[in-house]
């Protein structure tokens, strides 16, 4: 199993900026790809970013792209989401979650960290 603890979410305002964070345990060796996927109230949860666990591949939903940028510290076997120029409809709970394969889904989630943007 993959352990995921997310952190760094707030209250900021728009145009600011977050670095969330994403740290794995336990079978990290198994990890593929890592993503960011958020949800707010009343939709459907959607996908943000993700990256290659090994190569460091990355893609974007386009709503964030040219102002969120996916990386990972191996390492620290942490992945990180910083976020610049957040809009009021960046609001939502940050999940990050994890795929074991490159044709599997994600099985692996964290508990979320909170990222509130006012206008």
């Known amino acids: 199993q993959v352990q995921l603890v997310e952190s760094g979410g707030g209250l900021v305002q728009a145009g600011d900026s977050l670095r969330l964070s994403c740290a794995a345990s336990?079978?990290?060796?198994?990890?593929?790809?890592v993503g960011w996927f958020r949800q707010s109230p009343g939709k459907e949860r959607e996908f943000v970013a993700a990256?290659?666990?090994?190569?460091?591949?990355?893609n974007y939903a386009d709503s964030v792209k040219g102002r969120f940028t996916i990386s990972r510290d191996n390492a620290k076997n942490t992945v990180y989401l910083q976020t610049s120029s957040l809009k009021p409809e960046d609001t939502a709970v940050y999940f990050c979650?994890?795929?074991?394969?490159?044709?599997?889904?994600?099985?692996?989630w964290g508990q979320g960290t909170q990222v509130t943007v006012s206008s």
């Open positions: 336990g079978r990290t060796w198994t990890i593929y790809v």
């Open positions: 979650a994890v795929r074991r394969g490159m044709y599997t889904s994600y099985e692996y």
């Open positions: 990256i290659n666990w090994s190569g460091g591949g990355t």
